[in-house]
Structures are given as C-alpha cells and as structure tokens.
C-alpha cells in the first residue's frame, strides 16, 4: 500500500485504543486477554489491576474462574517473563516464541548452560512431571540427584524454557500462590502446543495489539531477533505509514487510527504493563525525562499513572491493619482539578485491590 503520512500522536491514540486504554469496554476478561496478546504477569496481582482498567464492570472473580477453567494460562512467553495467556494464543505461539526463550537461557547463566544437554534434561524430567504438577522447590533435589555436577538453577531454568509449562492456579487472593506448581501444557490443557513457529500470525496479532509500529518493536516486545525479514516481506500485505522523522511505521490495513485529538482519560497501570514495554522507542509512553523514574534497575518497573497518553507519575497501594491507601506520585504540578479526577479514580482502585479494608485513602507524594 502507498505511504501516508501519521503523527507521533496519532501512534499514540492508536495505540492507546488497542490497548483498550481510551474508553473501558464491555468485554469478558478472556476476550480482552485475547485482543492485549497477554498480561505480564510476574506479580500475580498485576493482570487484574491491568483489566480493571480496561473493562467495564469487571470483577477479580472473573479472571479467577477462567484461570480455573483453563482457558487462560500462566506461563514464561514474551521477553522470558511470566504472562497471562489466552489457552488457544499459548498454544498457537508458543513455539514461535522457543529461539527467545531458548536465547535468554544461555545469556543469563553463560557456560553453565552451555555444558547442559538440554534434550537429555528434558526427556528425563518431562515424564516427571506429566505425572502431577510440582513446584521448582520440589524439583531442585531431583535435579541434583539426577546430574550432580551440572547447575542445578541453570538446569531449573532449562526446564522452565523449553518444555511448554503453565503455572497452576490455587485457592488464593489473586489465582496464584508465591510458589506455583507447574504443569506441562499436555498435562493441563490436554492439548499440545503447534509445533511450527509461525511468525507471520506473530506478527499480524502484535500489530493487532500494538500497532502502528515500527519494524524493530516487535522484536523488543517479543524477544525475537531475527523478525525483521518476515516484517520485510509482510509489507505488501501492511498498511505503510511515514511518520514526522520520515520512518516507516507499519499497521494492519483495516485498522481506522482515532482523531489526534480524541481525549485520554486518566488511567491507573500496574506495573510491568505491556503498554510502555513492548517497543523499541519507549518515549511513545514514557517521557525521556521520566524514564528513569519508571524504569528502576532489577529490571522493576512501576506501576504509571497516565494522563492525556503518557505516563505522568507513579502510584503504590499500601494496607495497615485495617486502612488502605493508595499514593500518587506526580511527575509535575497538577492543577485543583486534575488532582481530584485522579484521587477519584485511585479511590475505586484502592477499593478493589484491598476490598476487605475498612477505610481508603488517596495521598499525593513528591517525586
């Protein structure tokens, strides 16, 4: 398709209507699940604060119940992190994701994994556990008995990156306990993982998600390094944007951008949020000037607070006995109106993080 011409803002808004961020939806949490291409989820709290703030009405019980019927996993995908997966998305992409995950293992324990035989490891240990979900602190001792002289954490992580393993929910306040068991995906979903990598369909949904795009984020988002010839030959299937620098920005052709000036509303993210990691040029959400204010070291990264778009302040929700409070932290000034339109929608989510609390509060702090 020909080029046209798209605006810094424009991306934006696009992408903010994507990410089900200008206007909640009426949506079950497994379709919205399915249109985001997952939750991060290293805190088990995170997905619900990240659809409560997307979806009308939505309720905790809601994702609980699909996580105990399966059709929404948790598992180790994107970037080698935990995320909330639609079950039928998992088993789709899954493989197409493996060279990621298999990549993260060799850089984060080097030799150690080098001197690992990975196909051995895993024929050994996966009858293991297809017998019944175990968690990794009952696996590390049949791991040392089962090759003593290898890295018994590098052995861990191996398990964890190439056999498809889905977390199993509990009886808990957020789905998962801080230990979880793990499951192959054969075991809990009685369905195995299409076994041809398909970064086309990768691709198409992350524009989906995420787009417009330029061609490099959906490596950054997904983990990937060798997309960008598959990005090459998808674009006479694409819609072809030049931005205000000249660059081409891709996006799926039926896809209508919202007007520039369509307004933000204010939104809560919880941390890890999908929104400012999942391309290359994080500006797109995250003002340069508050980057490090977000991105912490440890790879942590706060929870934002946006306003018209871009990520403005921070926020925490703390509890003390009975009371619950949850703190802004602003990046600027705010004016008398602002700050009340933000105590309001942090009042309705500190009341469904800490429902049991018997007061709430909202406090501003000082960057």
Known sequence: MSPSAITRRQINRATLARQLLLDRVDWTPLEAIHQLLGLQAQVPREPYIGLWSRLTNFRREDLTQLLDQRAVVRATLMRSTLHLFASDDYLLLRATLQPALTRALYSFFGQNARDLDVPWLIKHMRAHLEVEPHTFTDLRPVLTNLDPDSDTEAMAYALRTHVPLVQVPAASKWGYPNNPAFATVEAWLGASIDPDANPRALILRYLAAF???????????????????????????????????????????????????????????????????????????????????????????????????????????????????????????LSAELQASLADEARRLIRFIEEDAATVDVRFESA
Request: charged letters at 30%; aromatic letters at 8%; proline letters at 9%.
């Open 211 to 333: 787009g417009p795009a330029y061609p490099r984020d959906v490596q950054v988002w997904s983990g990937l390094t060798n997309l960008l010839e598959v990005v090459e030959a998808l674009k006479p299937e694409l819609q072809v944007y030049h931005d205000e620098r000249g660059k081409e920005v891709l996006d799926l052709p039926d896809f209508a951008l919202p007007d520039e000036d369509i307004p933000a509303p204010i939104r809560f993210l919880p941390e890890y949020d999908n929104l400012i990691l999942s391309h290359a040029d994080r500006s797109r959400f995250v003002p340069d000037e508050f980057r490090k204010l977000v991105f912490l070291s440890a790879g942590r990264v706060r929870a934002t607070v946006l306003i018209d778009g871009m990520v403005a302040g921070t926020w925490k929700a703390e509890r003390l006995k009975d009371a619950a409070a949850l703190v802004i932290t602003p990046f600027a000034p």
